[in-house]
T-cell receptor, first 109, second 114 residues
Framework: GQNIDQPTEMTATEGAIVQINCTYQ??????LFWYQQHAGEAPTFLSY??LDGLEEKGRFSSFLSRSKGYSYLLLKELQMKDSASYLC??????????WGAGTKLIIKP | NAGVTQTPKFRVLKTGQSMTLLCAQD?????MYWYRQDPGMGLRLIHY???????AKGEVPDGYNVSRLKKQNFLLGLESAAPSQTSVYFC?????????????FGEGSRLTVL
C-alpha cells in the first residue's frame, strides 16, 4: 500500500532550528516534495528531492534517503511567520502526488 | 498575474442540491487537479486532467464530475451534494513536466453541505 507518516504537531522557539520528519511507503517513487500551508491558505511549494542527499534553499533544507524511505525538512533561524503546516508528498509511479496529513508547526517567542 | 483562481470561495448547500466549482489558470499549464482537504487527512485527489478535453479519476471520485472543455478551465460538479462532501476544495495546476511536478494551488473553496 501507499503510506506517508509525519508528526501531527511540533513546537519550536523563534530563532531556533526544527527538523520535520517524513517516512513513506509508495508504489514507485519519482520524487518527494515539501509544501508549506498557512492556516486558511493554499499550499505553496518549498522543495523537491529525487536523489539522495541534502538540498539547501536559504533557511530551509530538505533531505532524502530513498533506501530508508525517509525525508526531513530542516528550518533554521525560525521566524514567527514560519508557523504553518508542512506537507510531505511523494510522486508515485503514475506521477501522481500522495500526500501526508501534514505537520502543524507552532513557533513560540 | 492571477495564477490559479477558484470560484466561489464559500458556499453552503442543502443535501441533494447541485453546484459547480470553477477553476481558471493563466499559466498555460497542461495538467489540472481537484483535491479535497479534510482535518487530519492529507490532500486527496478527486479528478485530474492532463490536457484539454481529457479527464481522469483520482483517489476519491465518487459523487463528483469534471470537465475540461478549455485548457485554462477545470470545472468540478457535485450533482447531489451530501454532508460527507463538506470540505475545502483546492484546484491546482502544473506544467506536467516530470522533473519537478510543482503544483500551483488556488485559494480554496469552502463547501458546507447541511
Amino acid at each position: 500500500g501507499q503510506n506517508i507518516d509525519q508528526p501531527t504537531e511540533m513546537t519550536a522557539t523563534e530563532g531556533a532550528i526544527v527538523q520535520i520528519n517524513c517516512t513513506y511507503q509508495t508504489s514507485g517513487f519519482n520524487g518527494l516534495f515539501w509544501y508549506q500551508q498557512h492556516a486558511g491558505e493554499a499550499p505553496t511549494f518549498l522543495s523537491y528531492n529525487v536523489l539522495d542527499g541534502l538540498e539547501e534553499k536559504g533557511r530551509f533544507s530538505s533531505f532524502l534517503s530513498r533506501s530508508k524511505g525517509y525525508s526531513y525538512l530542516l528550518l533554521k533561524e525560525l521566524q514567527m511567520k514560519d508557523s504553518a503546516s508542512y506537507l510531505c508528498a511523494t510522486m508515485d509511479s503514475n506521477y501522481q502526488l500522495i500526500w501526508g496529513a501534514g505537520t502543524k508547526l507552532i513557533i513560540k517567542p | 498575474n492571477a495564477g490559479v483562481t477558484q470560484t466561489p470561495k464559500f458556499r453552503v448547500l442543502k443535501t441533494g442540491q447541485s453546484m459547480t466549482l470553477l477553476c481558471a489558470q493563466d499559466m498555460n499549464h497542461e495538467y489540472m487537479y481537484w483535491y479535497r482537504q479534510d482535518p487530519g487527512m492529507g490532500l486527496r485527489l478527486i479528478h485530474y486532467s492532463v490536457g484539454e478535453g481529457t479527464t481522469a479519476k483520482g483517489e476519491v471520485p465518487d459523487g463528483y464530475n469534471v470537465s475540461r472543455l478549455k485548457k485554462q478551465n477545470f470545472l468540478l460538479g457535485l450533482e447531489s451534494a451530501a454532508p460527507s462532501q463538506t470540505s475545502v476544495y483546492f484546484c491546482a495546476s502544473s506544467s506536467g513536466t516530470e522533473d519537478t511536478g510543482e503544483l500551483f494551488f488556488g485559494e480554496g473553496s469552502r463547501l458546507t453541505v447541511l
